[in-house]
């Protein structure tokens, strides 16, 4: 079965330093998103990412935060000047359209420690 | 109120336990509904979608009342690997191709013992 993969499977970065979390979503899949759920809390929305814009983004995506398509396979997030706050798994996600029950496939996610 | 609320648990049950979890959500235009399942540390995995009428898939019944704004999963026959964090899930459809936007429960937290 097709899968989403991040890479790296644990990012450690130091407070100001900027990151580059990296996802392959499934090959025919159109759209594409990124969650986070910091430790024992609930997995939060991010940004859904659509024909190469962004289509919706939460208030948890700020100016630090920017994704990115760069080619046919890759789904980047970015985070510019990393904060303690920002320590969480991200998960990167797609589904095949936009309809009703088209469900989003996950990928194992990325743990980011910011120290 | 919480977008999407849930019982915590923790639910310890006995192999072969009826168990069943509900989940609550608050805003009416919510469209598409979806159990996942998440394994410690693991990402969430789609368990089932909900429909009105109400489905099943093996030992997995979900339902869902929309003027109650309700969902619950009913788990038959509980099997030890069923362990798991069970997320209740709402999306919002955009008509503008916005894709989904999901929106989480912070989930009830199922213990199948022996």
């Known amino acids: 079965e097709p899968e989403v993969t991040q890479t790296p499977s644990h990012q450690v970065t130091q407070m100001g330093q900027e990151v580059i979390l990296r996802c392959v979503p499934i090959?025919?899949?159109?759209?594409f998103y990124w969650y986070r759920q910091i430790l024992g809390q609930k997995v939060e929305f991010l940004v859904s990412?659509?024909?190469?814009?962004?289509?919706?983004k939460s208030e948890i995506f700020d100016d630090q935060f920017s994704v990115e398509r760069p080619d046919g396979s890759n789904f980047t997030l970015k985070i510019r000047s990393t904060k303690l706050e920002d320590s969480a798994m991200y998960f990167c996600?797609?589904?095949?359209?936009?309809?009703?029950?088209?469900?989003?496939?996950f990928g194992n996610g990325t743990r980011l420690t910011v120290t | 109120r919480k977008e999407v609320e849930q019982d915590p648990g923790p639910f310890n049950v006995p192999e072969g336990a009826t168990v069943a979890f509900n989940c609550t959500y608050s805003?009416?235009?919510?469209?598409?509904f979806f159990w996942y399942r998440q394994d410690c540390r693991k990402e969430p995995k789609l368990l089932m979608s909900?429909?009105?009428s109400g489905n099943e898939d093996g030992r997995f019944t979900a339902q869902l009342n929309r003027a109650s704004q309700y969902i619950s999963l009913l788990i038959r026959d509980s099997k030890l690997s069923d362990s798991a964090t069970y997320l209740c899930?709402?999306?919002?459809?955009?008509?503008?191709?916005?894709?989904?936007?999901?929106?989480f429960g912070t989930g009830t937290q199922l213990k199948v013992e022996l």
């Open positions: 996600a797609s589904s095949e359209r936009s309809a009703y029950n088209s469900p989003l496939h």
């Open positions: 090959s025919n899949h159109l759209y």
């Open positions: 990412f659509y024909n190469n814009e962004i289509s919706e």
């Open positions: 805003n009416s235009a919510s469209q598409s």
């Open positions: 909900v429909y009105s």
């Open positions: 899930v709402v999306n919002i459809d955009k008509l503008t191709g916005g894709g989904n936007k999901l929106t």
